[in-house]
């Protein structure tokens, strides 16, 4: 029989009541929390975003030991990042109605392969094919990240369990550059892809012993193939043109090309739910928070490192232990911006937690010659800080506020807006650096940073409130969606 639970909005002051249907095949019990599958998010979280970062240390490397150009090896990281985010939309869709235990296995079998795949390439040609594969298979895991947490723990409990992959994930793309530096002068180039298969391996053992067990996933059909392509040629597109900009701006013209394609896509029958959910669940504004605090997060960095080596001749050691206070920052807060969510809220320590980071990087602003690497640490740790609060309760509150019947799709869009400000942030700060000249760059790149993290707050604060909550339709964490 149905029980009716008491569960938190997305403004977590009012309560409602919702009763849960029938229990399926492969559900997770009603009440029964599974923090293991969690963890398992988390992992894949931080495995993820790690090979967004790590390669590009070792791309001078690769392009010695296959004996081709420095462009040529450039596609051993597009080869990876093209797919992930090419393929979210698609991804999302397709996942809506498919059982989680098939689909965690198989992607994260089928990412550690191709890991092992890349590791053991004989010639270039041969790495990106297995790149290429890899991101395919990634960004079906971008997209379990968040599904795989808000279906493993009840409704009350989701600000905890987001805040996991929330924060590990960010993590991993920032520890990506130290790791691979230290694989890369001990063990060569190849080990930067055969570092993430223990984590595989590990997350792989805890979802095949936690996850109940169910059906096979089912084909994508015709037309969803169909839809894949189209928003996958302009997605590829608009990265190809953000991520060649870090060079040359001049190729943010590029992203004009994209519109076209990806307009045709929202106005078909592939787009048309995607945005109606959007809209529909006010969720648009979140999703723009989500993209300038990953642009200002982005930005930052790239100015920040750039101008302490370049400028002020910072040794490497000295800026990696200098940039690492924002991790640390971030890595203390997220599980208390997780509790914080479930107790009080999770729109209010979102927006709190937005404010502080756009106060922590708009004290970076008037950076000069005369700061030390501790006068940096400390006002990256306090933005650090303030986008741990963030991570988790902006993730509990779109996915909380998803239809059950899309909360894939969601996920899928709220990844794809925080892989592009994290690729848009570096190209803008590029920009905005050759506009102002070499002696007002970095300030006006850092201001750059600030202003779109305070951007957020506002689209966090303004975001759904227009709008009626939509109610859970479930209480338990595996029929919070369908699997």
């Not at 996991?164 to 994930?169: E, Q, S």
Request: hydrophobic share 55%; charged share 10%; aromatic share 6%.
């Amino acid at each position: 029989m149905a029980v009716r639970q008491p569960t938190r909005d997305s403004e977590g002051g009012r309560v409602a009541h919702h009763s849960p249907g029938p229990e399926r095949p492969g559900d997770i019990p009603v009440g029964e929390d599974r923090w293991s599958l969690v963890a398992v998010a988390g992992v894949l979280a931080f495995v993820a975003m790690l090979d967004m970062n790590i390669v590009n240390v070792a791309l001078a490397d690769i392009a010695d030991g296959l004996q081709v150009s420095a462009a040529t090896a450039q596609w051993a990281v597009l080869g990876y990042q093209l797919p992930v985010l090419a393929l979210l939309l698609p991804v999302g869709r397709w996942l809506d109605g498919v059982r989680l235990r098939p689909v965690v296995l198989v992607a994260t079998c089928g990412f550690g392969l191709c890991s092992a795949v890349a590791a053991a390439a004989p010639w270039m040609a041969w790495l990106i094919a297995a790149r290429l594969a890899q991101g395919a298979f990634g960004a079906v895991l971008f997209v379990l990240m968040p599904l795989l947490a808000i279906r493993s723990v009840r409704p009350e409990l989701r600000g905890r369990a987001m805040s996991v992959p929330a924060t590990l994930g960010p993590l991993g793309a920032v520890a990506g550059p130290a790791v691979g530096g230290l694989l890369l002068d001990h063990l060569g180039w190849r080990s930067v892809f055969l570092v993430k298969l223990p984590f595989c391996v590990l997350a792989l053992v805890v979802a095949w012993r936690a996850l109940p067990r169910d059906g096979g996933p089912r084909r994508p059909d015709r037309r969803s193939a169909a839809d894949a392509l189209l928003v996958a040629s302009g997605v590829a597109v608009l990265l190809l043109a953000l991520t060649l900009a870090s060079d040359h701006p001049s190729w943010l013209l590029l992203a004009v090309a994209a519109a076209p394609v990806l307009w045709w896509w929202l106005r078909g029958p592939g787009g048309r739910p995607v945005a109606g959910v959007l809209r529909a669940g006010g969720l648009l504004g979140a999703h723009g928070a989500v993209l300038s605090l990953a642009a200002g997060f982005a930005a930052m960095h790239y100015v920040l490192a750039l101008h302490l080596q370049r400028d002020n001749g910072v040794s490497a050691t000295a800026t990696g232990l200098t940039v690492l206070a924002f991790p640390l920052g971030m890595g203390l807060a997220g599980p208390v911006g997780g509790r914080l969510a479930d107790w009080c809220g999770a729109r209010r320590v979102a927006v709190a937690g937005a404010a502080l980071t756009a106060a922590g990087l708009l004290l970076l602003v008037p950076l000069d010659d005369g700061w030390s690497p501790l006068d940096v640490a400390w006002r990256l740790a306090l933005a650090g800080v303030g986008l741990g609060l963030n991570g988790g309760p902006t993730q509990a509150l779109v996915m909380s506020a998803a239809p059950p019947e899309r909360t894939a799709t969601v996920g899928s869009t709220v990844q794809l807006a925080r892989s592009l400000g994290f690729t848009l942030g570096p190209a803008l700060a590029t920009a905005v650096w050759g506009l102002t000249g070499p002696q007002e760059g970095v300030r006006a790149g850092l201001a750059l940073a600030a202003l779109a993290a305070a951007l957020a707050v506002p689209l966090l604060a303004l975001s759904g409130r227009s709008r009626t909550p939509v109610p859970e339709k479930t209480t338990d964490a595996a029929s919070a969606a369908p699997n």
